[in-house]
Each structure stands twice: as structure tokens, then as C-alpha cells.
């Protein structure tokens, strides 16, 4: 980073602008932790001499939840790489709402352990209790990206050039999409079945996996 | 980072001064580190079969305690990343302010968890303790920006083209007031209430993350 | 990195390209925090007093597994660095054959401590099944290498210049001899002799990183 | 990093040689979590309904081991930092050497751990294992940076312009006095008294860390 390049565009009358890349450096790094951090939840399981296999057999769900966890996480960063894309500088209260985005990813951990524990030892009631949990934090969680998203629209100054506004304003159809679906994922588990819900959940998650590079083009621009 | 570039402007009469990449990135990865561990302090409650969800609304004080840890973290990341836009080169000494900042940040989780403890489970000597920890670890994390003003003000030469020595004397305002105020909040805690050092403790990060990117210009510009 | 550089030669016909400073930052990211993960399996012994140097010698399994983790990871990030040389752009697809790199790298942690676990306190049959897991491990490792080298071939276009695509070919054979190699040791491990399937992967792992700058060019350039 | 500038004056007849991006990036993540883990061996103590403040104050070793370690890894990053300004490329070697240097870095929690038990509840033989422990890992680790320099020594086409080769050779001189005297101070604390050798390494550290920028050029230049 050359010095001196680092603020962008200095004005008197807008927000104080720099430059993307400690924001980016400090977020993929904290992507990079959550990713890894969660290789700690997989433990060698309790055995007597002779039944570890055994014992690496009953983890299934374990396994399951960190493999769930990790796509996910992989999701949201490439999701917020497509994000950082649009923009050419931040500004302090985008600073805030990326901080905002990465509270998100840095929960998940708690409701994938919750959800694995739930379907490793809970009943039914506590199944719907993970499952509402988990659909809440991942609604919640778009609530930051719904934000960022409106903030660009009213700063359009910030567009990377090349980004038409109304390519960005389409883009808030994913984060509307995940607060309202999410949320019904997590109704539908409550009030009917914990695997509905988590069957919704995981529709959603692949959902943004496809999507992550933004809407097709074709279906944003009319 | 261009071969050659590292070494900027040599001297042989000052101090050896070196660009500010490897300190950027070296801080950046202990906030995101930091920021991120805190998800370690939320774990799956103990519980039997069906009272999963009444176990997870216990831990109230552990999400509050990790929210103020995260915005504390994310705070003193902003403030950081305003403070580095301020020189265009770094000294040995710099580098060892620098690390006495990011001893600051490092130590967030251990108060935070005192204080999450104190007010789970312990009494009303407790919190005093708690709050009183709090508060002294906190004042004492402004004692590294200080110094760095400090030296700021006598290396001027390190300060990047365009920043006005006097508007970094004017930054020093903000560290010596989080030594005072954050102490007075400690003292409030422990004498008077652990609830009122509390709300002075919060009060105060709020007053960091609103002048994270410097104390407004009108104020310190006379 | 400059505002403006992030899209590569973007083009409406072939998949959207994007450097690949992020995949790389986040890719060193996870290797450097799964190498340092490493040492919480590190634990001071319990001991009585006067008997800290004897629990600390009965650990000695413990400290081989850290040593043959450290470098495997090592290896592992050495062949990424290379393999990402030979690209000048990544897409949305690679970046997800990327991440089943990264999965591969995080999970070695549990395999590893599983590997300790059979060797300090397991029997003849929990060995097997440590070395086989092992060894299936690194044997599935290897798939998502193979993955990149293939996409590489379809799209030569992502090729650094002055890579030959013959050279890209010759590279899978790497990751083929890596799965073979693995599962063969697993299956040496499991039916033969526990010892034997684990000098199996020492070999592979050394093999790895004589070799991690890639198949000497007198070998595959004919 | 602009794409193709990456592999540094390519040449058939020597090793490969590649910038030195990645291994700063990777080195500065591992300097960047090591530092940052070891505040989760601060732990609030147990404690009855009111003396929660005693049982802080009763962990003193555990505070005082948590500032030791933070220094040295501090001294380590900034020795690492002065170091890689020597060099305008690196080698697979170099690669790997490097990898020994941070192998002593990550383990640097294990010993202090150790450390911080012996003198808390450890009686004097305990305190000898573990004066003579810490004081031979900090003897080892000086290890790779003697053969880092006597590598530079052998490939001075990799130095940067402008740094003599008897400059690095005098360099030596560092981690040489680090084997001897670590080593020293680690007979010390086993055959005469383990609070002796405690100070050895104290100053060992200290006199790393006033000499992180390279031995003074008066003293190598003659």
C-alpha cells in the first residue's frame, strides 16, 4: 500500500473516504478464523482400548454440523468478496455495517453446536428450539447485508465504476429473501417439523452458495 | 510490496524507519483473532432432554458480555486503522508502542469474562471486583495511545504530508480522557455502585466508537 | 491493491474472473491458523509435585504428532503456494475447489489427535482404525487438487503466461499418486500392520514436499 | 500483487526464486495467532459467592507468564520483520528454514505453560524441569535463524540491494549467542538454581529485543 494512497478522494462536504484494504484484510481474516476455529468441536470421542472405531462412528452428527458450518462460512466469504467488489472506497459507518457483517459469521459456531447437540442428545422439543435458533441467527444475519446494500444506494459515490445503481438496488432482493425465508424456515420448524425447518435452512444456504457472485445479470437487468 | 520500497527513506542520522505493511497486517490479524476467539466464551449448555431452550435463555449475561466484547474489539480496530492513516513510516519503537496497543485489545476477552462470571454468579463484592478490573484494564489500555501521540509529536517527521502537527496534539485528548474517565468509572464501581461504573464503562466506548476516526475537525481546529 | 484492478480482463463469453489476492490472503489465513492450532493439543501434564519432568517425558506421542502436523501443513501450504503460481485469475468455481483444498488442511488437526489418541492409550485394533482414518483422510485430501488441475486443463485461459499446458498435465499426477498412494497405506494400515500404513504416510508426506514446487521440469517436460 | 510479477528473475541455472509476499503474509498470521492465544490461558478463576477477588490476585504467576510470552513473540515478530528485509526473494529452502522458525514460535505457549505451573504449584525440582524446558526450546528455536543466515551467506544473489554480505555475516552472531547462552542458562537453573536461570533467559530476551533491528552498525562494521 503506497503511503499517501490511502485515503481516497479527501472532500470536505461528504463522509471521510479510504481505501478497502484493511477492511478486507481484517475480514477475511476473521472468515479465515471462524472456518477454522471450527475443527476444534471435533474431538477424539471417549473409547475403552479396542472401541475407537466405535466411537469415531457414533460422531456422525458432529461431522455433519462441521461440514454444514463450513460451507456456510465459505458462502458468506464469497458472498462478501462479491460485496467489497462493488465498492471503491468505505467510509466509517460502512466500516460499522461490515462489522455488523461479520458478527454473523462469527456466531455461527453457537447455533451449529447447538443444532449438533440438539440431534445428538435432545428430544423433539429441544430439536425445534436449535432449529428456530439457528433459523433466527442466519434471518438476522441478513439484516447487516439489507443495510449495507441500502447505505450503497444512498451513496452512490462509493460504486466502483462500472456498477450501475439499479444493479445494486436488484442485489437486495438476496439479503430480503434471506431475512423472510430464513424466518419461515424457522416457523415451519417450530410450530411444524424441526427437519422441515432444517431442510429450509439448507435450501437457503445452497441458494447463496449459486448466487454469490450476485443475481444472474439477465434476471437483474430488464 | 515492491522489492525495495520496504526501507523508506533511508537516514543516517534519525531513526531507522520502515513502512507500515508488516504492522498494518500484524495488528489487523490480532483484531480479527481477538474478535473472533470471543465465539470460544458461548457454549452449548448443560442440559436434560427437553430443557435445551430454557438452558439457552440462562446464559443472557454471556451474550450480552460477548456483544460489548465484540463492539469493544471492533472499536478499538477503527480507532487503530485511524491511527495508522496518520504516519507514513514506522521506527523500532513504534513497532513496540504499537504491541503495547495490541497487549490492550489481546487482554478483552479475560476482564470480559470476569465481568460475564461476576454478574452471573457471583455477589454484590463480586462485581465491584469485576467492575473495578474492567475499568483499570481499560484505562490502562489508553496509557500505548498516549505514548503514541507522544512520540508522534516529537518524530513529526513520521507524520504523513497533509496532517497537521497540531491536530495530532489535539488527538492526545482522547486517550488522556479515556485514562480519566475510564478510572473515575472504576472508582465509581467500586465505592459507590458496580451498575453506575458500568454504565460509565459503556458510555465510554460509545465516546470511542463515535470519535474513532479522530476527534471532529471544528473541535480541534481553533 | 489498486481500486479498479480487482476484475481481470472481464469478459461477457467465459466465467466472471477476479484476482486472486483474496483467495490467497484468505488461503494463508486458514494455514497459518490451523499450523498454530496445532499447540493447544499441547497440555502441561497433570503431576504431582516433584513429578513434572516424568509426566512430561510420557508425552512423547503427543509431541511427534504436533512435529509430523506442523509439517504436513507445512507441505500442504508450500504445494498451494505453487499451485496458485500458475494461475493469473481465479473464478466463482475455483474458488469452491479451493475451499475443498482448505477443508482438507483444516480437518488434519482431528485425524492427527486421533492418530496420538490410538498410539498413547489404544490397543492392535485402535491403531488400524487411527492409521486407516488417517490415511483416508489424506487420500480424500487429495481429490480436490486433482479437481483444480483438471479445471486448469479446461480453461487454460486462467494460465499464468509462460505456463505450458502440458506442464498443468503432468502435475495431476501428483495428487493421482497422492490418492493412491494413501488409500494403499490405509489398506496396508488396516489388513497388514498399523506401523507399516504409517510409514506409508510419512513416505507420501515427505514425497509431498521434496516435491511441492511441482514435478521437475527434466521429468515431465519430454 | 500484479499478476506475473510474482516469480522474481526467473533463471534455469540457480534455485527458483519467488517474492516474498506469501511468507511474510503466512509468517505475520502465525506471529499474529501465537501472540493472540495465549490469552485463553487466562481463565477466571473458581471462586466462592464473594471472593472472587482474591482468586484473582492468587493467580499472579499465570499473569506474570502471560506478559513473558507476549514480549517474546513480540521480539520474535520483530526480529522475523528485520529479517526478511535482508532478502529480496526466497527459495523452497528459504521456505523451509523459515518453517523452522516459526516452528519455534508456535510452541512458545507449551513451555510457558509449563513454566507458569512449576512456580505455582510446582516444588524446586519441578522448577528446575521447567527452567531447563523453556531455556532449551529458546536454544533450539535460535537454531534455524543460524542456518537462515548461513544460507544467505551461501546465496548472496538473494539479499536485498544494498546490504553487504559481512553484514550478514555478522548477523550471525545473534542467534549464536542465543544457542550458547540459552543453553547456559539452562544448566544454570538444572545444576545451581532455577530462579538463576530464569534471569538468564529474561535478559536473553531483553537483549533480543534491544538488538531486533540487526546488531548496531558500529559494532559490525569495522
Known amino acids: 500500500?503506497?503511503?499517501?494512497?490511502d485515503e481516497v478522494a479527501p472532500s470536505d462536504t461528504g463522509p471521510?473516504?479510504?481505501?478497502?484494504?484493511?477492511?478486507?484484510?481484517?475480514?477475511?481474516?476473521?472468515?479465515?478464523?471462524?472456518?477454522?476455529?471450527?475443527?476444534?468441536?471435533?474431538?477424539?470421542?471417549?473409547?475403552?482400548?479396542?472401541?475407537?472405531?466405535?466411537?469415531?462412528?457414533?460422531?456422525?452428527?458432529?461431522?455433519?454440523?462441521?461440514?454444514?458450518?463450513?460451507?456456510?462460512?465459505?458462502?458468506?466469504?464469497?458472498?462478501?468478496?462479491?460485496?467489497?467488489?462493488?465498492?471503491?472506497?468505505t467510509t466509517l459507518a460502512l466500516s460499522w455495517i461490515n462489522l455488523g457483517?461479520?458478527?454473523?459469521?462469527?456466531?455461527?459456531?453457537?447455533?451449529?453446536?447447538?443444532?449438533?447437540?440438539?440431534?445428538?442428545?435432545?428430544?423433539?422439543?429441544?430439536?425445534?428450539?436449535?432449529?428456530?435458533?439457528?433459523?433466527?441467527?442466519?434471518?438476522?444475519?441478513s439484516a447487516p447485508w439489507l443495510v449495507f446494500f441500502g447505505?450503497?444506494?444512498?451513496h452512490p459515490t462509493l460504486l466502483q465504476s462500472g456498477i450501475r445503481p439499479d444493479y445494486v438496488r436488484a442485489q437486495r432482493l438476496r439479503p430480503v429473501t434471506g431475512l423472510v425465508l430464513y424466518g419461515l424456515s424457522g416457523l415451519l420448524g417450530w410450530f411444524v417439523d424441526p427437519l422441515l425447518g432444517l431442510i429450509g435452512i439448507i435450501v437457503m444456504i445452497s441458494y447463496h452458495a449459486v448466487t454469490s457472485e450476485g443475481l444472474p445479470r439477465w434476471l437483474t437487468r430488464r
Open 101 to 141: 457483517i461479520l458478527f454473523g459469521a462469527v456466531i455461527i459456531p453457537f447455533p451449529t453446536a447447538v443444532l449438533a447437540s440438539a440431534f445428538t442428545h435432545g428430544n423433539a422439543a429441544d430439536r425445534r428450539a436449535a432449529v428456530a435458533l439457528y433459523a433466527l441467527a442466519a434471518a438476522l444475519m
Open 1 to 5: 500500500m503506497a503511503a499517501g494512497a
Open 151 to 154: 447505505y450503497l444506494r444512498r
Open 16 to 89: 471521510r473516504l479510504s481505501d478497502t484494504d484493511r477492511l478486507t484484510a481484517f475480514s477475511d481474516g476473521v472468515f479465515a478464523i471462524v472456518i477454522t476455529l471450527l475443527v476444534i468441536e471435533l474431538r477424539v470421542p471417549e473409547y475403552h482400548e479396542g472401541e475407537l472405531l466405535a466411537g469415531l462412528l457414533d460422531e456422525g452428527a458432529s461431522y455433519l454440523a462441521f461440514l454444514v458450518s463450513f460451507v456456510y462460512v465459505g458462502v458468506i466469504w464469497l458472498n462478501h468478496h462479491a460485496l467489497v467488489r462493488l465498492i471503491r472506497a
